[in-house]
């Protein structure tokens, strides 16, 4: 069964710094992979995304994400963090089937 | 169009209550699904569709029906509350029968059972 794994519970950062989440998933067969994003009081919604091609995927609000299929991976990184990026992160996998499974989550909270 | 809207968005009930937490969407979506989140949980899978008639369980589906008579609606309904019931619920959406895509998410119910 595939799984999603997001180490980091709750990651603490000042303005400026740079960001990874980490996300490993579990599944041997070709995966679609999602980073989503629920703002406080919000519904979640969709950074970015991969299906195929360069594993180097770009999204929304500077957010970027790169697939390493050798290690399972698909990092969520910004090179410079707001405030407004204060969010919970969700990785999510879909193994070409009818199942999208999420990770627990990421709480992201940047310090002015 | 109003995306994916669900009701109510706040609900409290007893132990051993019913009921159902309404979902809708309008862009002609073949795929909905519902997820409960909860505190270090994540978001859980409960039950998903791949169009209208068809129906299947996800990660946990105990104590949950779903039905999906049209393509609009996909109701997700509790027989007898408990209170591990306890959470945020939010139905979602998208255009492929697959979930290979962006799913577009309901606003959520917050649910309580005492």
């Known amino acids: 069964a595939q799984s999603v794994s997001q180490h980091n519970h709750h990651v603490i950062l000042s303005e400026a710094a740079s960001l990874e989440l980490g996300c490993n998933y579990s599944y041997g067969g070709t995966v679609n992979l999602f980073w989503y994003v629920q703002y406080p009081g919000q519904h979640l919604q969709l950074l970015l995304k991969y299906f195929s091609g360069d594993p180097l995927v770009k999204g929304i609000k500077g957010f970027e994400a790169e697939f390493i299929k050798s290690k399972f991976s698909f990092n969520l990184r910004k090179p410079s963090v707001q405030w407004s990026d204060t969010a919970e992160y969700f990785c999510?996998?879909?193994?070409?089937?009818?199942?999208?499974?999420f990770g627990k989550g990421t709480r992201l909270h940047i310090l002015p | 169009n109003a995306g994916v809207t669900q009701t109510p968005k706040f609900q409290v009930l007893k132990t051993g209550q019913s009921m159902t937490l309404q979902c809708a969407q309008d862009m002609n979506h073949e795929y909905m699904s519902w997820y409960r989140q909860d505190p270090g949980m994540g978001l859980r899978l409960i039950h998903y569709s791949v169009g209208a008639g068809i129906t299947d369980q996800g990660e946990v589906p105990n104590g949950y029906n779903v039905s999906r008579s049209t393509t609009e609606d996909f109701p997700l309904r509790l027989l007898s509350a408990a209170p591990s019931q306890t959470s945020v619920y939010f139905c979602?959406?998208?255009?492929?029968?697959?979930?290979?895509?962006?799913?577009?998410f309901g606003p959520g119910t917050r649910l309580t059972v005492t």
């Open positions: 979602a959406s998208s255009y492929s029968r697959g979930a290979n895509v962006e799913q577009y």
């Open positions: 999510a996998v879909n193994a070409r089937d009818d199942k999208i499974i």
